[in-house]
């Protein structure tokens, strides 16, 4: 069974401000520095239907990570923000990050060294975009950091062998590979599970509690 996340949702001014709704791109590049100036680490900005405008913001600084507290007083902050910068949205949701957790930046990279990860790159990398496997760390500063990753090999449809030669498959080494950290498009925790179903990635959530202010 997965774990919520907490979130806080606020409804958001109706009144014209830009042309349209800013993309999410351009909302993250004006709200981080907000962000990061109470303590937070933001993690990802999506434009959702109904003009739902969804943060996900997350914390090294506390062992349980972001609680309903942490969203409540993040979201009050980015409300004045938004106003000010004329970002238009109908709701507001701020919320932890869930078991498939974004990796959003290299300090994402270097946090969650060791754990397994789902990569896509912006372009192929020897015919492939996707790769999964463990994350070995991050390389490199100023703009020229790489990502290293530790791949199992692929199983390919075969016909059913016995003895040596099945044994001799089975122990195929992992492959590692490197690509720059500009190269991926999106990158996500793979959440791992015990026999008693209970999740082992490290990032966490609670109780998932709503609340409007009209």
């Known amino acids: 069974m997965g774990v919520p996340a907490h979130f806080f949702l606020m409804r958001g001014m109706h009144r014209p401000m830009r042309s349209g709704f800013a993309a999410a791109s351009e909302v993250r590049e004006l709200i981080e520095p907000t962000v990061r100036g109470l303590g937070y680490d933001l993690v990802e900005v999506e434009r959702c239907a109904q003009g ?9 600084a506390e062992p349980g990570g972001i609680g309903l507290d942490d969203c409540e007083r993040i979201s009050k902050q980015l409300v004045h923000v938004m106003a000010v910068e004329q970002i238009d949205y ?4 701020v919320s932890s990050p869930g078991l498939d957790r974004v990796l959003a930046g290299a300090r994402d990279f270097v946090r969650f060294a060791g754990a397994p990860v789902q990569v896509r790159l912006k372009e192929p990398l020897q015919g492939r975009r996707r790769f999964q496997g463990r994350l070995l760390g991050l ?20 016909p059913r062998v016995r003895g040596r030669a099945q044994a001799a498959r089975m122990a195929e080494p992992s ?3 490197e690509f720059p950290l500009a190269a991926i498009e999106k990158a996500r925790l793979v959440p791992q599970f015990d026999f008693s179903g209970a999740a082992k990635v490290e990032a966490k959530g609670g109780h998932a509690v709503g609340s409007r202010d009209e």
């Open 139 to 158: 390389e490199g500063v100023g703009g020229e950091e790489r990502v290293r990753l530790q791949v199992e090999p692929q199983p390919h449809r075969q």
């Open 175 to 177: 492959e590692t590979f």
């Open 90 to 93: 109908e709701r507001l949701e």
């Open 52 to 60: 739902l405008l969804r943060v996900t913001v997350d914390t090294a």
